[in-house]
């Protein structure tokens, strides 16, 4: 059964650093996503990414935060400055197209610690 | 952002009884609605839908009821098995957005044997 696919599994970087999580989505798929979630809170939104353009970003998606294509295959989260408070899970989705598109199917997520 | 809000942190049910997980929004532009199953250490995995045009839709053991006048929406599971034990999320979404999907803070069901 085809997956998203995200690498690392766990990044551990220092206050300030840039790091860049990858995500590979499904091979068919057209619209793509970020979500983060803080340990022990709720999974929240970040960014949606169709037809090589951001669709909607929510107000955690600073100008800190950027998302990029690449290539055919990979989805990519750049944090440019890390902050302690960005410490947590991040998960890639992505959906299909029609009727398809309302429902997303997510990595395993990495884990971000912000040292 | 309490949009989609899960009332019950948890929710404790015997193998082979009914599980009933509960859901509440306030955007009425939400017109598609979804339940993600979580287990620790990996991603929310689809589990069921409903287009807002609809009231119940069913799949298997699960079933998912729409009450679009009470903003609510429901999870029922029949039968609870163990292996259902997970951290279950009501989202929301609006087909007029980004397809953004809102979730709600998770609700941790544990079934016993």
């Known amino acids: 059964e085809p997956e998203v696919t995200q690498t690392p599994s766990h990044q551990v970087t220092q206050m300030g650093q840039e790091v860049i999580l990858r995500c590979v989505p499904i091979s068919n798929h057209l619209y793509f996503y970020w979500y983060r979630q803080i340990l022990g809170q709720k999974v929240e939104f970040l960014v949606s990414?169709?037809?090589?353009?951001?669709?909607?970003k929510s107000e955690i998606f600073d100008d800190q935060f950027s998302v990029e294509r690449p290539d055919g295959s990979n989805f990519t989260l750049k944090i440019r400055s890390t902050k302690l408070e960005d410490s947590a899970m991040y998960f890639c989705?992505?959906?299909?197209?029609?009727?398809?598109?309302?429902?997303?199917?997510f990595g395993a997520g990495t884990r971000l610690s912000v040292l | 952002d309490q949009q989609v809000k899960q009332n019950s942190p948890s929710l404790s049910v015997q193998e082979g009884r009914i599980s009933i997980l509960n859901c509440d929004y306030t955007n009425s532009m939400f017109d598609y609605f979804l339940w993600y199953k979580k287990y620790p250490a990996e991603g929310p995995t689809f589990l069921i839908s409903?287009?807002?045009?609809?009231d119940k839709n069913e799949d298997g053991r699960f079933t998912v009821f729409l009450n679009k006048s009470a903003k609510h929406l429901s999870l029922h599971i029949v039968p609870s098995q163990p292996g259902d034990s997970a951290v279950y999320f009501c989202?929301?979404?609006?087909?007029?957005?980004?397809?953004?999907?809102?979730f709600g803070a998770g609700t941790r069901l544990f079934v016993k044997a």
């Open positions: 409903i287009s807002s045009i609809k």
């Open positions: 989202a929301a979404s609006a087909s007029t957005g980004g397809f953004k999907t809102i």
């Open positions: 990414f169709y037809n090589n353009e951001i669709s909607e």
């Open positions: 989705a992505s959906s299909g197209r029609d009727t398809a598109k309302n429902i997303q199917y």
